[in-house]
């Protein structure tokens, strides 16, 4: 059964630091591009942040170059993404996405409040 469970998230002051975790199950994750994506409220889904099967490679979606981070254990079959600087802008539900060729997998997703 092919799972993506997401984790970490929750509510934060401006500035805070959150660190998302995806643990992946049921398929060879080592061999998935992995990305987050965020949906914030009434909007459109949108990308975040991208890392190659090898972790050779990763690209971040402009809003958040320089905050945020992401990587991957593929001993641990898990990708992060340590958000830091965070700002209210950045609350969304956060979801985790593996693509290999034409197999697109999606965690449920975790709710992310920047706020005072």
């Known amino acids: 059964q092919v799972q993506l469970v997401e984790s970490g998230g929750g509510l934060v002051q401006p500035g805070g630091s959150l660190r998302l975790s995806c643990a992946a199950s049921g398929f060879t994750f080592s061999q998935y591009r992995t990305s987050w994506y965020r949906q914030p409220p009434g909007k459109e889904r949108e990308l975040v942040a991208t890392?190659?099967?090898?972790?050779?490679?990763?690209n971040y979606a402009d809003s958040v170059k320089g905050r945020f981070t992401i990587s991957r254990d593929n001993a641990k079959n898990t990708v992060y993404l340590q958000m830091n600087s965070l700002k209210p802008e950045d609350t969304a539900v956060y979801y985790c996405n593996a693509v290999f060729i034409s197999l697109n997998y999606w965690g449920q997703g975790t709710q992310v409040t920047v706020s005072s």
């Open positions: 890392i190659t099967s090898a972790a050779g490679s990763t």
